[in-house]
């Protein structure tokens, strides 16, 4: 199944490391011109010099205003990814207040922030568009020590089915997909404790965490015309885990 984006402008949030910076990648190899933005100038240069055809743009997307401004000199997108997330675990009743809004402003609102600015622009246009929300398995389970993080990716499960209840009659299609762990730089602070993952991984029938590819792959579907009757998905990423 061949998936071509060819003439199409991409956006893609958390784009200087793990996921964000392959789905960057990928969709450059697939046509789109690609607007990468991260936090990290220095994760940008890298991956300027990597892909010189991207284009990067420096941006905290915990200030919230600061984002929106950013945003407008971006030009026009139809595919939106927001894959920027952050974890910090820790047992619920010793979480501290900034570990909770840290997590709470980039994993839920920056979601929100980058999804409106993105969807009026794409609802002014009137040539639809498609949005990928970056969820996680997580959404959909209790996790020790991941009370903050499961919250805020159960409220991205959320907010992507309104989002597309709202949005799917200016044909904006938005979807989410739910990886289990992948061993990116986060996943790995998470996950590299055998006493930790090994239950999990008895807990997957395929036996094994997820490859970063099948991530990138589920959303290159998602954002593709191969998905257009694909609409308020929240897609399980997670060979399994969730059916035990």
């Not at 060819?6 to 990928?26: H, M, S, Y």
């Not at 690609?34 to 055809?53: F, G, I, N, Y």
């Not at 959320?158 to 992948?182: F, S």
């Not at 930790?196 to 997957?204: E, N, Q, S, V």
Request: glycine fraction near 8%.
């Amino acid at each position: 199944m061949e998936i071509q984006f060819v003439g199409k402008r991409a956006l893609v949030t958390g784009a200087g490391k793990g996921i964000g910076r392959e789905v960057a990648k990928r969709l450059v190899e697939l046509g789109a011109d690609t607007v990468a933005l991260s936090r990290t100038q220095s994760d940008l240069d890298s991956l300027k010099a990597e892909v010189p055809a991207i284009t990067t743009v420096q941006c905290d997307l915990q200030d919230w205003d600061r984002t929106r401004e950013i945003l407008q000199t971006v030009g026009d997108i139809d595919l939106l990814v927001n894959n920027a997330g952050v974890s910090r675990i820790d047992k619920f009743l010793d979480v501290k207040k900034e570990d909770l809004d840290w997590m709470i402003d980039i994993n839920y609102k920056a979601v929100f922030n980058v999804g409106q600015v993105i969807a009026k622009s794409m609802v002014e246009r009137k040539k639809g568009g498609a949005i990928v929300n970056i969820s996680s398995a997580a959404s959909l389970q209790g996790l020790d020590d991941h009370a903050v993080y499961c919250s805020t990716k159960a409220a991205v499960d959320k907010l992507t089915h309104v989002m597309a209840l709202e949005l799917g009659q200016y044909k904006i299609r938005v979807n989410a997909v739910n990886p289990t762990v992948v061993l990116t730089e986060m996943g790995k602070m998470a996950w590299s404790d055998p006493v930790k993952a090994d239950p999990m991984l008895a807990r997957i029938p395929i036996g094994r965490f997820v490859e970063m590819s099948e991530v990138v792959d589920s959303i290159m579907f998602l954002l593709s015309d191969k998905a257009t009757m694909i609409h308020g998905v929240t897609l399980p990423v997670e060979g399994g885990l969730l059916t035990t």
